[in-house]
């Protein structure tokens, strides 16, 4: 069994892997194919789900209870998703980009404290942060900031999603 510190990142984590997968799926429903950064955002979302079935793979393994609120990150992340799609491609990179940013720092202040206490789960933290960091990158290089009220859209988004690691680590 792991230690209720790895287990809490874990179940965190996992959440919002599966957030992600959920946030790109209504980005595309609505991008469909052939929209600006559909290909990118099909790229982004298939390591997401590649995350996400690691982390998977880690709860079932170790016997970590997943958090409870996952039907809510599902229908909360599909309607981010889908209504950034609905404002447009650069509001989808906006999307994109305050989350990397945010999830850049979760997955920094976790290594922190992890430390060398659980090199598994390390491991799959910093890789995913390198991801999330070029997510990010690749969001900003496609227009993020063009977004119609960037600064506005980016700092809720970060908002919302550290709301959501606060409550994903404990229910």
């Known amino acids: 069994m792991t230690s209720s510190r790895s287990e809490r990142m874990l179940r965190v984590d996992q959440a919002g892997e599966y957030g992600a997968t959920r946030i790109y799926a209504g980005q595309l429903a609505?991008?469909?194919t052939r929209a600006p950064h559909a290909t990118e955002v099909a790229g982004m979302a298939a390591q997401e789900e590649d995350h996400r079935a690691r982390f998977d793979a880690m709860i079932a393994?170790?016997?970590v209870r997943?958090?409870?609120l996952q039907p809510l990150w599902s229908v909360?992340?599909?309607a981010l998703g889908a209504a950034t799609a609905l404002l447009g491609p650069e509001a989808a990179m906006a999307c994109t980009a305050a989350i990397e940013t945010e999830?850049?720092?979760?997955?920094t202040e976790q290594l922190e404290e992890l430390g060398d206490d659980d090199p598994?789960?390390?491991?799959?933290i910093r890789e995913f942060r390198d991801d999330e960091r070029e997510?990010?990158?690749a969001a900003l290089?496609?227009?993020a900031e063009r977004a119609p009220a960037y600064p506005l859209l980016f700092n809720a988004i970060r908002l919302g999603c550290r709301a959501a690691i606060k409550l994903s680590e404990r229910i």
């Open 103 to 107: 999830i850049d720092r979760h997955y």
């Open 61 to 63: 393994e170790r016997g």
């Open 135 to 137: 997510h990010r990158d």
């Open 66 to 68: 997943p958090t409870a």
């Open 30 to 32: 609505v991008m469909g």
């Open 120 to 124: 598994e789960l390390g491991a799959a």
């Open 76 to 78: 909360a992340g599909y």
């Open 141 to 143: 290089a496609a227009g």
